[in-house]
């Protein structure tokens, strides 16, 4: 073995120290950055600025052709028990690849910028102004690639650290900005540019240093035809989901249904993204996908199906305490966070959340298919990703709430399906159904129970602040986790662990 110790379970628990603590910061920064920037900006302006930060997000998998998905499976491999010399030119040449291929999309996009603007919906002063955006195509998405590899390698410690820097550098662009009354789109693009190059730098800076000290003295290898196919699969995985990727969506919506319901349409999103983010099976990803990968490859798959089940059931339950408060509280809770930007969008966000149930858990299954790995199925079952924009462009005749509706039964459609062959295909994942509807049963009655106070003019938020108070002990009752929880989560977090025992049922 190359490196034993590199994914033992002491540096998975310091991983995930670090982990936490990164993103913490993050989630305070990258809110505040949100609520200040739509109070800041012009409706046009922030939906402008918004679609363009979506056609980034969409530039994600159409840049990626696979390559991103090749390092997260391989990568923690060759770390592991590589012989010398291969991983440092594994990450060299697939750096490289990625490389070309943004700069590639970025000179194309660049060329033809002027009739994708006045498509999308710009004015002729926004259309001038927005050419910089396509800068952002090779900073941001360089920067995220480089810290995906540093993750892989459970570097959570330097890849939190520039995820922070990023919504942190942009808010102090952003002050500096008002504080000299420059405050413009094209002002706000520079500064965005600026911070991302910076984290890009750094973060190769941190992989480079890391990898010196990563020689390799074991004796595995992976073909460069082994690494093309699993790409090639994962590829059309990529090109078929971009299309109903959430930039995608949101560019979608520009078109259909204009600037202003775009900026709305994506600052529902963004609260959804905050959200997705702190979702186990997201949160946790980069973390878990490098220990589970390295179980699989020692013939522990049972292991890689309890996580997944785990974090299946983990992402319903936070779920379900999102839609309780959303339904309760929803309309006034939006316009507050907004500033009275946006009003009677609570059905909206419920609906959106709902969906994001979905796709988070379409996220997983995308994960597990690719360790065990089903990646030609996977590329099969993108098909019906299809089916997303199609229903986002018949829904715009109904506004948001029809682009939200079609946007959750084109995802439930095809995420469903998938998750039902790979519990056939896999051997049968024990998915806990009865701990899961435990936890969202209780959601679905305290909801109830928060209407009835509302009519009783009880007062909103301390109707709020009960219902959310009242589903986290509720959950200590119903106990949703089950013992086969209880010892994945010994496993990994050793003492840790003791602090879920509540939640789970004894026998």
């Not at 002027?114 to 050419?131: M, P, R, Y």
């Not at 519990?423 to 994942?429: L, P, S, T, V």
């Amino acid at each position: 073995m190359n490196n034993p110790n590199l994914y033992s379970g002491k540096r998975f628990r310091k991983s995930i120290q670090h982990f936490l603590q990164g993103r913490t910061v993050q989630a305070i920064a990258f809110f505040v950055l949100t609520l200040w920037l739509v109070r800041l900006l012009t409706p046009t302006d922030y939906g402008a600025y918004m679609v363009l930060w979506g056609m980034v997000e969409m530039m994600v998998p159409l840049s990626s052709l696979g390559m991103l998905e090749a390092v997260r499976r391989f990568l923690p491999e060759l770390a592991e028990r590589g012989a010398p010399g291969v991983l440092v030119k594994f990450i060299r040449w697939m750096t490289l690849i990625r490389l070309i291929i943004m700069v590639t999309w970025a000179m194309l996009i660049a060329t033809f910028w002027s009739n994708i603007a006045v498509w999308i919906g710009f004015s002729v002063q926004q259309q001038d102004t927005t050419l910089l955006a396509v800068g952002l195509i090779i900073t941001v998405i360089g920067f995220r690639y480089a810290s995906e590899m540093l993750e892989c390698l459970l570097e959570q410690r330097w890849s939190q650290l520039t995820h922070a820097l990023m919504p942190i550098g942009r808010l102090t662009g952003i002050a500096l900005l008002v504080l000299v009354g420059g405050l413009t789109l094209e002002w706000l693009l520079w500064v965005d540019i600026a911070v991302s190059l910076s984290c890009f730098l750094l973060a190769e800076f941190f992989l480079m240093r890391k990898l010196r000290n990563l020689p390799g003295t074991g004796d595995f290898r992976v073909s460069a035809r082994e690494i093309a196919s699993f790409a090639w699969h994962m590829a059309g995985v990529n090109l078929l989901r971009a299309i109903a990727n959430v930039g995608a969506m949101r560019i979608l919506v520009a078109r259909t249904l204009g600037l202003e319901a775009a900026g709305m349409f994506a600052f529902l999103q963004q609260l959804l993204m905050i959200t997705a983010r702190y979702l186990p099976a997201k949160l946790l990803a980069n973390v878990i996908r490098p220990m589970l990968i390295s179980r699989y490859a020692t013939g522990e798959v049972s292991i890689v199906k309890q996580g997944m089940a785990l974090l299946w059931k983990s992402n319903l339950l936070i779920i379900a305490a999102g839609m309780m408060a959303v339904s309760v509280a929803g309309d006034p809770l939006i316009a507050f966070i907004s500033s009275g930007r946006f009003t009677d969008a609570g059905m909206v966000m419920l609906i959106m959340l709902l969906g994001l149930g979905a796709t988070s858990q379409g996220q997983l299954v995308s994960m597990t298919m690719q360790i065990f790995p089903y990646t030609r199925q996977l590329r099969y079952f993108s098909l019906l990703s299809v089916v997303t924009p199609l229903a986002v462009m018949i829904g715009s005749n109904w506004g948001l709430l029809g682009v939200a509706s079609g946007i959750v039964l084109s995802v439930w459609l095809m995420n469903s399906m998938t998750l039902l062959w790979l519990n056939r295909q896999a051997g049968r994942i024990e998915l806990d159904w009865p701990g899961a509807l435990r936890g969202i049963g209780w959601a679905a009655l305290l909801a109830v129970v928060g209407w009835w106070m509302i009519e009783r003019e009880l007062g909103l938020w301390w109707t709020l602040a009960f219902v959310l108070l009242a589903y986290g002990l509720g959950l200590m009752l119903v106990k949703p986790l089950n013992q086969v929880d209880m010892a994945l989560l010994n496993r990994g977090l050793r003492n840790r662990a003791r602090f879920f025992a509540v939640f789970a049922q004894k026998d």
